[in-house]
């Protein structure tokens, strides 16, 4: 059983910084692709970005680029979504996914693609 806890979400002014954390459980983390989505109220769950499970290559949203950056610790078994510059529509909860193999290079950015996901944390940023 794969367990997905998320944190770091929160309250955070335009321009302002957050930084996610998704801890797993429950399988060998390091074997695994990890993928960030969120979904804001009243719409689809997005992809935001995804790493491959040597961390050696990500995926990102064309809204994202250059602002997020998605990383990995296989040792604490934690990957990470730094969020800079965020904006109003970055508002959204926050869901961190767990892909089973085989693994893809880039990563996948579909939300069928991936097998367990986490409760989510919110995120809001203020004008």
């Known amino acids: 059983q794969v367990q997905l806890v998320e944190s770091g979400g929160g309250l955070v002014h335009a321009g302002g910084s957050l930084r996610l954390s998704c801890a797993a459980s429950g399988r060998t983390f390091s074997n695994y692709a990890m993928g960030w989505f969120r979904q804001a109220p009243g719409q689809a769950r997005e992809f935001v970005a995804a790493i491959t499970p040597s961390g050696t290559s990500t995926s990102y949203a064309d809204s994202v680029k250059a602002r997020f950056t998605i990383s990995r610790d296989n040792a604490k078994s934690t990957v990470y979504l730094q969020m800079n510059s965020l904006k109003p529509e970055d508002t959204a909860v926050y869901y961190c996914?767990?892909?089973?193999?085989?693994?893809?290079?880039?990563?996948?950015?579909?939300?069928?693609?991936?097998?367990?996901w986490g409760q989510g944390t919110p995120v809001t940023v203020s004008s």
């Open positions: 996914a767990f892909r089973a193999p085989p693994t893809t290079v880039p990563p996948p950015t579909t939300p069928w693609a991936y097998d367990y």
